[in-house]
């Protein structure tokens, strides 16, 4: 089975810190994602990255930054966090490929970032 | 960049009924169609998912069809079990997904004993 984890289920910082949320997956996957979810706008492409070092912008990159130096880890970064960044981030990653099934994204359980 | 409309945002219906979700995508380009069932607590998990060469496809209980000429796509669950219950987001992507997702809002379906 596929497993996306995240380092943390629940978060919360003070305005202005720097947040890392990390997420890892164990299944040798190129792919990875962040998404931002929040009631009633339903899930939003921050960044993605197809490959080491690699990174592309989604929707919505503004106020936030990634890194990926190995293939399983994709870490997202708010430089200085804001109290609209509060909301739950969701980490999926896939296997590109010619076949439907290898395009699925998995996702993780997701961490619920509080910015007071 | 895609936009998808999803409705309805709540579906309530009673357990052995079928429910039918749809969605409205606006970029032509766009070829591939998850549709994720996320339960509280979890993340999204994909339960379907259709190509654009491709107009219906059927898991069990589930189906799921695609009308490109209108650009909509739906979700139907035929005889609904209380475990049906959870929110239902589709996505649409031009890049076979491997670009990300744009989702629409989700909706929270309720089975009603």
């Known amino acids: 089975d596929v497993k996306v984890t995240q380092s943390s289920r629940y978060l919360v910082k003070r305005t202005g810190e720097k947040v890392f949320l990390e997420c890892v997956q164990d299944m040798d996957h190129e792919n990875m994602f962040w998404y931002r979810q929040d009631p009633g706008l339903g899930l939003r492409l921050i960044y993605f990255?197809?490959?080491?070092?690699?990174?592309e912008k989604g929707d919505i990159p503004e106020g936030y930054s990634v890194s990926r130096e190995k293939k399983e880890r994709f870490s997202l970064i708010l430089e200085s966090a804001s109290t609209n960044q509060t909301s739950m981030y969701l980490c999926a990653s896939s296997f590109p490929g010619l076949a439907a099934s290898t395009d699925t994204q998995y996702f993780g359980p997701g961490t619920r970032l509080t910015v007071l | 960049g895609e936009n998808v409309e999803q409705h309805p945002s709540t579906l309530s219906v009673q357990e052995g009924d079928s429910a039918v979700i749809k969605c409205t995508y606006s970029?032509?380009?766009?070829?591939?169609f998850p549709w994720y069932k996320q339960e509280l607590g979890k993340g999204p998990q994909l339960i379907i998912d259709?190509?654009?060469?491709?107009g219906e496809k059927k898991d069990q209980r589930i189906a799921v069809t695609l009308n490109k000429t209108a650009k909509h796509f739906s979700l139907h669950i035929t005889e609904t079990q209380p475990e049906d219950s959870a929110v239902y987001f589709c996505?649409?992507?031009?890049?076979?997904?491997?670009?990300?997702?744009?989702f629409g809002k989700g909706t929270h379906l309720i089975i009603q004993p």
């Open positions: 996505a649409a992507s031009p890049g076979g997904g491997a670009d990300g997702l744009t």
């Open positions: 990255s197809y490959d080491v070092k690699m990174k």
């Open positions: 259709i190509r654009s060469n491709v």
């Open positions: 970029d032509s380009a766009s070829n591939y």
